[in-house]
């Protein structure tokens, strides 16, 4: 299972080899146009900092998927998953919002331990 609906550029997939195992996924050829707002802020932008834009969308949007998810970012990818492929839709939801909204994704930015963006 592969859902970008509504999503894009963001991916939702069920692994192949792991049925009931889901990973959000983020590549940096997408996180190119959100640069500035994490650079204007002192941070690279990569992964790592897509993983402090998530954990603080949880914190701020949805505290009721706290815990529901781990991540696993890399410098050029941000990867969520876990086994509960709604929790991670709605996650990629608010993503996608600050992909496409630099005041959301300044304000996410601006909410959210520093640590926790490199």
């Given at each position: 299972?592969?859902?970008?609906?509504?999503?894009?550029?963001?991916?939702?997939?069920?692994?192949?080899?792991?049925?009931?195992?889901?990973?959000?996924?983020?590549?940096?050829?997408?996180?190119?146009?959100?640069?500035?707002?994490?650079?204007?802020?002192?941070?690279?932008?990569?992964?790592?900092?897509?993983?402090?834009?998530?954990?603080?969308?949880?914190?701020?949007?949805?505290?009721?998927?706290d815990g529901?998810?781990?991540?696993?970012?890399?410098?050029?990818?941000?990867?969520?998953?876990?086994?509960?492929?709604?929790?991670?839709?709605?996650?990629?939801?608010?993503?996608?919002?600050?992909?496409?909204?630099?005041?959301?994704?300044?304000?996410?930015?601006?909410?959210?331990?520093?640590?926790?963006?490199?």
């Amino acid at each position: 299972m592969t859902d970008t609906t509504g999503l894009d550029p963001l991916k939702l997939f069920e692994y192949d080899h792991k049925p009931g195992h889901f990973s959000l996924l983020l590549t940096d050829s997408s996180m190119i146009a959100s640069t500035e707002a994490f650079e204007a802020a002192g941070f690279e932008g990569g992964g790592y900092s897509w993983a402090g834009v998530a954990k603080t969308a949880i914190e701020v949007h949805a505290p009721h998927l706290d815990g529901r998810m781990g991540f696993d970012p890399e410098a050029g990818m941000f990867v969520a998953y876990g086994t509960d492929p709604e929790a991670l839709r709605e996650l990629g939801l608010l993503l996608r919002r600050a992909l496409g909204e630099p005041e959301f994704l300044a304000e996410l930015i601006a909410a959210g331990d520093p640590a926790a963006f490199d």
